[in-house]
C-alpha cells in the first residue's frame, strides 16, 4: 500500500478507469482512517479475496463503527459507502484511462475473475 498524492497514483494507474469519492467524515474520524491507511500495510499482506485493494478503507470504516460487510471488489465497497451515504450522491471525480494505453482485456486476463463466474456480486 502506498499513499501519495492522487495525481501520481493516476499517472501509475492511468491504464484502467477509476472513480473517486470523498468521504463525509467528522474530522476525528478522518484522522482515524488517514492512518489506519498510512499503517494498514504494515500488519496485512495482499490477497485477491481476502485482503485486496478495497481492504484498507472497508477495515477503517469498519474500525469507526460502520457496518461494511464483506466487500471483495472496489465497485461494491463503493456501493457500500453508497448505500452508508458517507459521500455525498453527487460527490465523485470520474479518471477515465488513457484510451492509449488502456487495456481492456485486462480483467477477462486476471486470475481471481474464473472464481466469480456466474455470480452476481454487483447489484
Known amino acids: 500500500m502506498t499513499v501519495e498524492p492522487a495525481e501520481k497514483y493516476m499517472a501509475r494507474n492511468d491504464f484502467r478507469n477509476a472513480i473517486g469519492r470523498k468521504l463525509k467524515l467528522a474530522p476525528d474520524e478522518a484522522a482515524i482512517f488517514e492512518e489506519y491507511l498510512k499503517t494498514f500495510a504494515d500488519g496485512h499482506e495482499y490477497g485477491v479475496v481476502d485482503a485486496n485493494c478495497g481492504d484498507p478503507a472497508e477495515e477503517a470504516l469498519e474500525l469507526l463503527g460502520y457496518p461494511m460487510g ?54
Do not use: C, E, H
Open 70 to 123: 464483506i466487500r471483495p471488489f472496489p465497485a461494491v465497497l463503493r456501493q457500500g459507502i453508497d448505500q452508508l451515504k458517507l459521500a455525498p450522491s453527487n460527490g465523485q471525480t470520474v479518471y477515465p484511462a488513457d484510451p492509449k494505453k488502456r487495456r481492456s482485456d485486462l480483467l477477462a486476463r486476471a486470475p481471481w475473475t474464473k472464481m466469480f463466474q456466474g455470480l452476481d456480486l454487483i447489484k
